[in-house]
């Protein structure tokens, strides 16, 4: 049994799904792109499909919905004993829950909610669906960036909400960036955009083989490469947007370059 069976803390990525407006243009890219399998949407949860990698959960997809305001996107859900009591948390900190803690069946409970500067996220208290299956390797989830024009307002909501601790990442070139910590791990970042920068969002990293290779077939599939590829001392990573507009990152875990920078708490 990995450590993924056994459910996560809270405040810990466990889960992440996108929306789009064409469910058959969606799941066509993101096979042919990382290899997953969808199971046939359920009429009971929306159309929702479910990605698996060698048998195993990774991913949602989900079409959107009429009268949907959110563009398509990215959602990633931060694990929660209790989404009725995160979602007075995020009140109490200056957050919109948009979707009320609602029941899915027996997979769990979830809701939907903003920072005070806008990035969406979702929560999720698991039932039967504990959330990822596989994550940090070659066509599953790895990391995740919260995006902000508002990054005091993204370090002060989110470390009370979650049980986070914020470490400012030192940078030469002085990118504002921090890493939020559960127990001393890494579980989270936080980038800092002006105020002209991209809209906020929650960018969602998936691992792969090779950064260039997916970049290539990124733009063969209808996609696009908004940023990068880029060399880091975490991989070699670029940002991409799919045929559909939804934007999220691929990453080579193995392609590392240079040195980690320190950290220090924020």
Known sequence: MSDLDEGFPTG????????????????????????????AGSSEYGGYATASLDGRAVAGLAPCQAGQDAPPAWTLYLASPDVAGTAELVREHGGRVLLEPMQVGEVGRMLIATDPGGVLFGVWEAGAHRGFGRRDEPGAFCWAEVVTRDPAAADAFFPAVFPFEARRVEDPDGLDYQVYTLDGRP???????PADGPAPHVLVYVAVPDCDGAVETVRQLGGRVADGPVDSPFGRFATVVDPQGVRFAVIDLSAVSGEPPATHPA
């Open 12 to 39: 810990a990525p466990c889960w992440a799904d996108a929306t789009v407006p064409d469910m058959t243009v969606g799941t066509h890219f993101y096979e042919r792109l990382f290899g997953w399998s969808f199971a």
């Open 187 to 193: 579980v989270l970042g936080r980038m800092a955009v």
